[in-house]
């Protein structure tokens, strides 16, 4: 299935927010810890922003 440059977009901001909350759950040894639960909540938010675009973009009727 070909994608559209905003499937392909949606799909990086996934992946991307996936990794920041990775991060903040389970940093690697030697990083700087972060801000704990703040952090937490703003990686939570992220994922959940992007999950909303994907289901935009890839939506029932959409083109892709």
Do not use: H, N, Y
């Not at 990794?19 to 704990?36: I, S």
């Not at 994907?54 to 892709?64: D, I, N, Q, Y």
Request: with cysteine; hydrophobic share 45%.
């Amino acid at each position: 299935m070909d994608r559209t440059p905003e499937q392909r977009q949606a799909q990086l901001t996934w992946v991307l927010a996936c990794e920041r909350l990775g991060f903040v759950m389970d940093p690697p040894e030697g990083a700087t810890p972060e801000g704990g639960l703040a952090d937490l909540a703003a990686a939570i938010a992220q994922v959940r922003l992007a999950l909303e675009e994907l289901e935009s973009v890839f939506a029932p009727g959409k083109k892709g």
